[in-house]
Nanobody, 123 residues
Framework: QLQLVQSGGGLVQAGGSLRISCTASGYTEGMAWFRQAPGKQRQFVAFNNRSGTKTYYADFLKGRFTASRDNAKNTAYLQMNSLEPEVPVAYYC???????????????????WGPGPQVTVSS
């Protein structure tokens, strides 16, 4: 059973930066990031395929986030810059070990999920 361990959530001031990492216990194909605010549905943030040749972002990010991965370390990263004030939001990494037909931005595509540390951006 693949396990994903996340680190890097916390409190940051508006306009600041934060990086979250996600380390997998084994081989992964696509790795994605989602966010979820209290009472809201989980929302797609970013995706990297294994080779790094395909990277996609949610439109609302406006170029502020960068998703990357280091396959030698089985680790993915989400660099978040110019953070805007909002309620605490959980950021989840998600992974697949086999590519299925679901869209890269779909929650159901991913069988493995990290714990989703909270990110709080204060004004």
């Amino acid at each position: 059973q693949l396990q994903l361990v996340q680190s890097g959530g916390g409190l940051v001031q508006a306009g600041g930066s934060l990086r979250i990492s996600c380390t997998a216990s084994g081989y992964t194909e696509g790795m994605a990031w989602f966010r979820q605010a209290p009472g809201k549905q989980r929302q797609f943030v970013a995706f990297n395929n294994r080779s790094g040749t395909k990277t996609y972002y949610a439109d609302f990010l406006k170029g502020r986030f960068t998703a990357s991965r280091d396959n030698a370390k089985n680790t993915a990263y989400l660099q978040m810059n110019s953070l805007e004030p909002e309620v605490p939001v959980a950021y989840y990494c998600a992974s697949e070990i086999n590519i299925n037909g679901a869209a890269f931005y779909a929650v159901l595509r991913y069988a493995y999920w990290g714990p989703g540390p909270q990110v709080t951006v204060s004004s």
